[in-house]
Nanobody, 124 residues
């Protein structure tokens, strides 16, 4: 059984930082592409970052480029999202996802497995 569990969300003041973690069981990160998504109420799930397995190529949405960094620790089967310079508009639920592919995509249709999400709240 594949399971993804996010953690690290919380409340932070604008300009602050958080690091989200996504621990996977039942999959090997060596074989899966991983993405981070966020979704505001009533809006489509937005792909903000992803990392391909093997070559480790990363992609970022323009809205987070230069502020967020995705990384993996394959030994721990964990993917991280370091979020710096947080803004109130970053306030949403964040999800990690895994795709049975070497190459990642920021499209949520691409992914096979999802975590339950973690709430990030940025106060002004």
């Amino acid at each position: 059984e594949v399971r993804l569990v996010e953690s690290g969300g919380g409340l932070v003041v604008a300009g602050g930082s958080l690091r989200l973690s996504c621990v996977a069981s039942g999959v090997r990160f060596d074989d899966y592409a991983i993405g981070w998504f966020r979704q505001a109420p009533g809006k489509e799930r937005e792909g903000i970052s992803c990392i391909s397995s093997g070559d480790g190529i990363t992609h970022y949405a323009e809205s987070v480029k230069g502020r967020f960094t995705i990384s993996t620790d394959n030994a721990k089967n964990t993917v991280y999202l370091q979020m710096n310079s947080l803004k109130p508009e970053d306030t949403v639920v964040y999800y990690c996802a895994a795709a049975r592919s070497k190459y990642c995509s920021r499209s949520h249709y691409y992914y096979d497995y999802w975590g339950q999400g973690t709430q990030v709240t940025v106060s002004s």
